[in-house]
C-alpha cells in the first residue's frame, strides 16, 4: 500500500528520497478502502427509503468513524456494515466484486456517476455536508490522477478485493472447526469506535491530512482518559515515526511522542519530543499567524514553562528550576500575566520541596482569581486544602474550602477537577480517621458520570482520581475483613490501569500492604518480611515502618528500635505527623514488651499531644487505647475503664476491625482486672460482662482470621469460664486454644504485655 500511495501522486516531499516540504499539501488520495467506503454511500443512497429508521441511524453512526479513521481491511469494513444492515453489506460487495471483476471503464463509469449525487433541485447529497465534501475531495482527487495512476489504482482495487476472497475462504474452512455462537461472540466484541489495532494501522500506509488529525486526537483522548485502550507505547511510537518521516513538521505529532514517552519514563526522549514541538511551532509559523508578532516569544516562553513540568516531574528539582527562571524572564519581558500565573503555580510546587510556601499559593490562588484563570485557582485552592489538612487544620474549615473550589468547577464545567476534589475528600476523611465519610466520598466519585464528551469508545475514566478512589476503597474493605471484596477491587485496578501505566504505583502499594497486614494476622512473618522490599521500593518511609513492625512481632527489640530512632527522626524532620505518630505507639509497644511501662507512658502522651494538636482524632481514639493499656499494667484498671469509654466509640464507629478486637479485648481485661476488689456478686457480673465483650472480640479477630490475637482471647476466656465453673464452655475454648497454640506456638510473652 505505501508503495501505491508514493506513485498515485507527485509528492512534493520527495526528491531523490529527500524530506523537502509538507505531505499534507495534498488533503486526500483515492485508495481501495476510499472506494469501497463511496460505494457503501452509493448503495445508501439508492436503498435509503427501504431503510427503516434504526438501521439508518446505526448507519448514520458508522459513517463518521469511517470517513474519519485510516484506510481498514475489507473484510472488517463488511462486518462493521453487516452489524447494522446485513441486506446493504451483501450489495457493497456486490457491487465492488463487479467492479473488481469487470474492467477499468466500470471504475470510472462509477466515478462518472457520483457526481448525479449533487445534481437537481433536491440533491441526495448537499455540498458542504460531512459526506458531500468526502464525495467532492475523493471525485477531485480521482479527476487529477494521469492515465497510469488510475491504472494502478483499478489494480490495487482487485487485490484489496482478492486479499478479502482469500480471507473468506479460509474462514469458511476453518468454521467447520469452530462453534458458530463463540465467532458471533467474536463478532460482537469488535467495535468500529474501538481503538486501532496496530495491525490495522500498519497496513493502512501513509495517512492524509484529516485521517492524521482524527488519528492523533484520539490516541491522546485516550492517554487522558483510558490509557489501556490506546495503542501500546512501543506501537504508538512506531505509527509516529512514521508520520513523522513523511512531514517532520507535524507539531501535533511531535507533542503526542512526548506524551507517549513521558508513560515510559523516557526522559531523554520526552525531552528531544517537546523541544521538537516547540521548534515546529516556530518555524511552521502556526504561533505568528494566531498570535501576531507575540508568535515567537509565547512558545520560548511555554517552551520553557513545559520544560520545567518535565524536570520537575522526574525529580530534576535543579534543571527545572532554571527552565522555570527562564520562563519567567521572557513572560516578564512580554508582560504576559497568565503565563506569569502558571510559573508561580509551579514556582509553589518547587519550593514546597524546600519549605512551607503557603503565602505563595495564597497569592496564586488571588491572583488566578484576579486574571480568570479558574483551572488554575482551583487548583491552588486543592493544594491549600492539602497543605492545610497536613498542618492540622479543622476539617470543617477544609470542606468549606473545597466546597467553595466546586462552585468554580461547576460553574466553568471542570469534570477533571470535580473528579480530583472528591478523590481529596476521600482522603481527608481517611487521614482524620473518618472510614465512613470516606466511603461514601469514594462511593460519590464512582457513581458520576464525567462531563467530557465521551469518544472512540472510552467508557470509563482512567484517571489518578479515580485510581486514588478505588485504591482507598480496596483498603477500607480490607481493613473491614472483606478480602473478598477488596481482591476484587484491585483485580479491577490491574485491568484499568495495567502495571506499565502511570497510575500502576497506586494500587501497586495498597496491594502490597493488604497483602502485608494479612500475613501478619496469620502469623506468617516470614511471608511479611518477603513484602517489605516491594512496599520499600514503592513508599520508603511506609517499607521501613513496616520492617520494624516485623522485627517487633519476631522480638527483635533491640533491631525494631534502632530502627524506629532513625524512622522518627527522618519523619519529623519532613514533618510527617501521622507517621510520627505511629512511629511513637510502635516505640511504646516495645516498651511494654521490653518490661519499661513507665518509659512508654510519656512517649504516649506525646503521640497523644501530637494527635489532638493535628485533630486526627482516629490516632488520638488508638493512642487513648494505649494510655488505658498502660494504666492497667501499672495497676489502675477503674482508671483505665473510665478513659476507655471516651475513646471506644469512634474506634467502634470507623475503626478497622483488627482495632475493634483489640479495643473490646482491652475492655475485658480491665474488667477483670477491677473486679478483683467487688463483692463476690458484683464480681460475677463482671466476669460475665468481661465473657461477652471477650465473644465480641473474638468474632471481629475471626472475621481478619487474626489467629494470634485468636488464641489470647480464647485462653483469657477459658480462664474465666473455669472460675465461673462453665466447664463444658471452658473446655470448649481450651480446645480451640490447644489447636491454635499448636499451630502457632507462642514466643515467650506475657499475656498480658500486649495490646495488638
Same mark, same amino acid.
Given at each position: 500500500?505505501?508503495?501505491?500511495?508514493?506513485?498515485?501522486?507527485?509528492?512534493?516531499?520527495?526528491?531523490?528520497?529527500?524530506?523537502?516540504?509538507?505531505?499534507?499539501?495534498?488533503?486526500?488520495?483515492?485508495?481501495?478502502?476510499?472506494?469501497?467506503?463511496?460505494?457503501?454511500?452509493?448503495?445508501?443512497?439508492?436503498?435509503?427509503?427501504?431503510?427503516?429508521?434504526?438501521?439508518?441511524?446505526?448507519?448514520?453512526?458508522?459513517?463518521?468513524?469511517?470517513?474519519?479513521?485510516?484506510?481498514?481491511?475489507?473484510?472488517?469494513?463488511?462486518?462493521?456494515?453487516?452489524?447494522?444492515?446485513?441486506?446493504?453489506?451483501?450489495?457493497?460487495?456486490?457491487?465492488?466484486?463487479?467492479?473488481? &471483476?469487470?474492467?477499468?471503464?466500470?471504475?470510472?463509469?462509477?466515478?462518472?456517476?457520483?457526481?448525479?449525487?449533487?445534481?437537481?433541485?433536491?440533491?441526495?447529497?448537499?455540498?458542504?455536508?460531512?459526506?458531500?465534501?468526502?464525495?467532492?475531495?475523493?471525485?477531485?482527487?480521482?479527476?487529477?490522477?494521469?492515465?497510469?495512476?488510475?491504472?494502478?489504482?483499478?489494480?490495487?482495487?482487485?487485490?484489496?478485493?482478492?486479499?478479502?476472497?482469500?480471507?473468506?475462504?479460509?474462514?469458511?474452512?476453518?468454521?467447520?472447526?469452530?462453534?458458530?455462537?463463540?465467532?458471533?461472540?467474536?463478532?460482537?466484541?469488535? $467495535?468500529?469506535?474501538?481503538?486501532?489495532? &496496530?495491525?490495522?494501522?500498519?497496513?493502512?500506509?501513509?495517512?492524509?491530512?484529516?485521517?492524521?488529525?482524527?488519528?492523533?486526537?484520539?490516541?491522546?483522548?485516550?492517554?487522558?482518559?483510558? $490509557?489501556?485502550?490506546?495503542?501500546?507505547?512501543?506501537?504508538?511510537?512506531?505509527?509516529?515515526?512514521?508520520?513523522?518521516?513523511?512531514?517532520?513538521?507535524?507539531?501535533?505529532a511531535h507533542y503526542l511522542s512526548y506524551l507517549n514517552s513521558i508513560r515510559v519514563q523516557d526522559v531523554f526522549s520526552s525531552t528531544h519530543s517537546l523541544l521538537h514541538y516547540f521548534d515546529r511551532l516556530i518555524l511552521t509559523g502556526a504561533e505568528s499567524k494566531s498570535n501576531g508578532d507575540e508568535g515567537y516569544g509565547r512558545s520560548l516562553r511555554y517552551a520553557a514553562l513545559n520544560l520545567a513540568a518535565l524536570?520537575?516531574?522526574?525529580?530534576?528539582?535543579?534543571?527545572?528550576?532554571?527552565?522555570?527562571? $527562564?520562563?519567567?524572564?521572557?513572560?516578564?519581558?512580554?508582560?504576559?500575566?497568565?503565563?506569569?500565573?502558571?510559573?508561580?503555580?509551579?514556582?509553589?510546587?518547587?519550593?514546597?520541596?524546600?519549605?512551607?510556601?503557603?503565602?505563595?499559593?495564597?497569592?496564586?490562588?488571588?491572583?488566578?482569581?484576579?486574571?480568570?484563570?479558574?483551572?488554575?485557582?482551583?487548583?491552588?485552592?486543592?493544594?491549600?486544602?492539602?497543605?492545610?489538612?497536613?498542618?492540622?487544620?479543622?476539617?470543617?474549615?477544609?470542606?468549606?474550602?473545597?466546597?467553595?473550589?466546586?462552585?468554580?468547577?461547576?460553574?466553568?464545567?471542570?469534570?477533571?477537577?470535580?473528579?480530583?476534589?472528591?478523590?481529596?475528600?476521600?482522603?481527608?476523611?481517611?487521614?482524620?480517621?473518618?472510614?465512613?465519610?470516606?466511603?461514601?466520598?469514594?462511593?460519590?466519585?464512582?457513581?458520576?458520570?464525567?462531563?467530557?464528551?465521551?469518544?472512540?469508545?472510552?467508557?470509563?475514566?482512567?484517571?489518578?482520581?479515580?485510581?486514588?478512589?478505588?485504591?482507598?476503597?480496596?483498603?477500607?474493605?480490607?481493613?473491614?475483613?472483606?478480602?473478598?471484596?477488596?481482591?476484587?477491587?484491585?483485580?479491577?485496578?490491574?485491568?484499568?490501569?495495567?502495571?506499565?501505566?502511570?497510575?500502576?504505583?497506586?494500587?501497586?502499594?495498597?496491594?502490597?500492604?493488604?497483602?502485608?497486614?494479612?500475613?501478619?494476622?496469620?502469623?506468617?512473618?516470614?511471608?511479611?518480611?518477603?513484602?517489605?522490599?516491594?512496599?520499600?521500593?514503592?513508599?520508603?518511609? &511506609?517499607?521501613?515502618?513496616?520492617?520494624?513492625?516485623?522485627?517487633?512481632?519476631?522480638?527483635?527489640?533491640?533491631?525494631?528500635?534502632?530502627?524506629?530512632?532513625?524512622?522518627?527522626?527522618?519523619?519529623?524532620?519532613?514533618?510527617?505527623?501521622?507517621?510520627?505518630?505511629?512511629?511513637?505507639?510502635?516505640?511504646?509497644?516495645?516498651?511494654?514488651?521490653?518490661?519499661?511501662?513507665?518509659?512508654?507512658?510519656?512517649?504516649?502522651?506525646?503521640?497523644?499531644?501530637?494527635?489532638?494538636?493535628?485533630?486526627?482524632?482516629?490516632?488520638?481514639?488508638?493512642?487513648?487505647?494505649?494510655?488505658?493499656?498502660?494504666?492497667?499494667?501499672?495497676?489502675?484498671?477503674?482508671?483505665?475503664?473510665?478513659?476507655?469509654?471516651?475513646?471506644?466509640?469512634?474506634?467502634?464507629?470507623?475503626?478497622?476491625?483488627?482495632?475493634?478486637?483489640?479495643?473490646?479485648?482491652?475492655?475485658?481485661?480491665?474488667?477483670?482486672?477491677?473486679?478483683?476488689?467487688?463483692?463476690?456478686?458484683?464480681?460475677?457480673?463482671?466476669?460475665?460482662?468481661?465473657?461477652?465483650?471477650?465473644?465480641?472480640?473474638?468474632?471481629?479477630?475471626?472475621?481478619?482470621?487474626?489467629?494470634?490475637?485468636?488464641?489470647d482471647v480464647l485462653y483469657f476466656q477459658a480462664r474465666l469460664l473455669h472460675t465461673l465453673g462453665r466447664t463444658q464452655e471452658r473446655n470448649k475454648c481450651a480446645m480451640l486454644f490447644r489447636q491454635l497454640h499448636q499451630e502457632l506456638p507462642a514466643h515467650g510473652v506475657p499475656l498480658i504485655n500486649a495490646f495488638k
Amino acid at each position: 500500500m505505501a508503495s501505491l500511495h508514493d506513485s498515485l501522486y507527485f509528492n512534493p516531499m520527495l526528491t531523490n528520497g529527500v524530506v523537502h516540504a509538507n505531505v499534507f499539501g495534498v488533503r486526500d488520495w483515492v485508495t481501495p478502502h476510499k472506494m469501497a467506503l463511496l460505494v457503501l454511500l452509493s448503495e445508501l443512497g439508492r436503498a435509503g427509503p427501504q431503510l427503516g429508521l434504526l438501521e439508518r441511524r446505526r448507519l448514520n453512526r458508522l459513517l463518521l468513524p469511517l470517513l474519519q479513521g485510516p484506510d481498514m481491511a475489507l473484510s472488517r469494513l463488511r462486518k462493521a456494515i453487516e452489524e447494522c444492515c446485513p441486506h446493504l453489506a451483501g450489495s457493497v460487495h456486490i457491487r465492488l466484486k463487479l467492479m473488481a &471483476e469487470g474492467e477499468l471503464k466500470d471504475m470510472e463509469q462509477f466515478f462518472d456517476d457520483l457526481s448525479d449525487s449533487f445534481s437537481g433541485t433536491e440533491p441526495e447529497v448537499h455540498k458542504t455536508s460531512v459526506v458531500g465534501l468526502f464525495l467532492r475531495h475523493m471525485i477531485l482527487a480521482y479527476n487529477k490522477l494521469s492515465f497510469s495512476q488510475v491504472y494502478k489504482l483499478y489494480t490495487a482495487l482487485q487485490q484489496y478485493f482478492q486479499k478479502d476472497e482469500k480471507k473468506d475462504g479460509a474462514d469458511e474452512s476453518d468454521m467447520e472447526l469452530t462453534n458458530p455462537e463463540e465467532l458471533d461472540g467474536k463478532m460482537e466484541k469488535e $467495535e468500529l469506535d474501538g481503538p486501532l489495532r &496496530e495491525e490495522e494501522i500498519a497496513c493502512s500506509g501513509p495517512l492524509s491530512q484529516k485521517q492524521a488529525e482524527y488519528f492523533l486526537s484520539q490516541q491522546a483522548s485516550l492517554l487522558k482518559n483510558d $490509557e489501556t485502550k490506546a495503542l501500546a507505547p512501543a506501537s504508538l511510537q512506531k505509527e509516529l515515526n512514521n508520520l513523522l518521516k513523511f512531514n517532520p513538521d507535524f507539531a501535533e505529532a511531535h507533542y503526542l511522542s512526548y506524551l507517549n514517552s513521558i508513560r515510559v519514563q523516557d526522559v531523554f526522549s520526552s525531552t528531544h519530543s517537546l523541544l521538537h514541538y516547540f521548534d515546529r511551532l516556530i518555524l511552521t509559523g502556526a504561533e505568528s499567524k494566531s498570535n501576531g508578532d507575540e508568535g515567537y516569544g509565547r512558545s520560548l516562553r511555554y517552551a520553557a514553562l513545559n520544560l520545567a513540568a518535565l524536570h520537575c516531574r522526574f525529580g530534576h528539582y535543579q534543571q527545572a528550576e532554571l527552565a522555570l527562571q $527562564e520562563a519567567i524572564r521572557i513572560a516578564q519581558e512580554s508582560n504576559d500575566h497568565v503565563c506569569l500565573q502558571h510559573c508561580l503555580s509551579w514556582l509553589y510546587i518547587l519550593e514546597q520541596k524546600i519549605f512551607d510556601s503557603c503565602v505563595l499559593l495564597e497569592h496564586s490562588v488571588n491572583k488566578s482569581l484576579h486574571f480568570g484563570l479558574p483551572y488554575l485557582a482551583s487548583l491552588g485552592i486543592q493544594s491549600l486544602v492539602q497543605q492545610r489538612a497536613f498542618a492540622g487544620k479543622a476539617a470543617n474549615k477544609l470542606m468549606d474550602a473545597l466546597k467553595d473550589s466546586d462552585v468554580l468547577h461547576w460553574k466553568h464545567s471542570l469534570s477533571e477537577l470535580i473528579d480530583i476534589s472528591i478523590a481529596q475528600k476521600t482522603a481527608i476523611w481517611r487521614l482524620y480517621g473518618r472510614s465512613t465519610m470516606a466511603l461514601q466520598q469514594a462511593q460519590t466519585l464512582l457513581s458520576m458520570n464525567s462531563l467530557e464528551a465521551v469518544n472512540v469508545g472510552v467508557q470509563q475514566n482512567n484517571t489518578e482520581s479515580f485510581a486514588v478512589v478505588l485504591c482507598h476503597l480496596a483498603e477500607l474493605h480490607a481493613e473491614q475483613g472483606y478480602f473478598a471484596a477488596a481482591s476484587e477491587i484491585l483485580t479491577h485496578l490491574k485491568e484499568r490501569f495495567p502495571a506499565n501505566s502511570q497510575h500502576a504505583q497506586l494500587w501497586m502499594l495498597f496491594d502490597q500492604k493488604i497483602q502485608f497486614e494479612r500475613a501478619m494476622n496469620d502469623g506468617r512473618y516470614h511471608v511479611a518480611d518477603s513484602l517489605v522490599a516491594g512496599i520499600t521500593a514503592l513508599n520508603s518511609i &511506609e517499607g521501613v515502618y513496616r520492617k520494624a513492625i516485623v522485627l517487633k512481632a519476631q522480638n527483635q527489640m533491640s533491631e525494631a528500635h534502632k530502627l524506629l530512632q532513625k524512622l522518627l527522626i527522618h519523619c519529623q524532620k519532613i514533618k510527617n505527623t501521622e507517621m510520627v505518630i505511629r512511629v511513637l505507639l510502635c516505640m511504646a509497644e516495645l516498651y511494654w514488651r521490653s518490661s519499661c511501662h513507665t518509659i512508654a507512658l510519656p512517649v504516649l502522651l506525646q503521640a497523644l499531644a501530637l494527635a489532638r494538636e493535628y485533630s486526627l482524632q482516629y490516632l488520638a481514639s488508638e493512642t487513648v487505647l494505649n494510655l488505658a493499656f498502660s494504666q492497667l499494667i501499672l495497676g489502675i484498671p477503674e482508671q483505665a475503664l473510665n478513659i476507655l469509654h471516651m475513646a471506644i466509640e469512634p474506634v467502634l464507629a470507623h475503626g478497622a476491625v483488627l482495632d475493634k478486637g483489640c479495643a473490646m479485648f482491652l475492655v475485658a481485661k480491665c474488667q477483670v482486672a477491677s473486679a478483683a476488689s467487688y463483692t463476690p456478686q458484683k464480681k460475677i457480673e463482671a466476669l460475665e460482662s468481661a465473657i461477652l465483650n471477650l465473644n465480641e472480640a473474638r468474632s471481629y479477630f475471626a472475621k481478619v482470621d487474626c489467629k494470634e490475637q485468636l488464641r489470647d482471647v480464647l485462653y483469657f476466656q477459658a480462664r474465666l469460664l473455669h472460675t465461673l465453673g462453665r466447664t463444658q464452655e471452658r473446655n470448649k475454648c481450651a480446645m480451640l486454644f490447644r489447636q491454635l497454640h499448636q499451630e502457632l506456638p507462642a514466643h515467650g510473652v506475657p499475656l498480658i504485655n500486649a495490646f495488638k
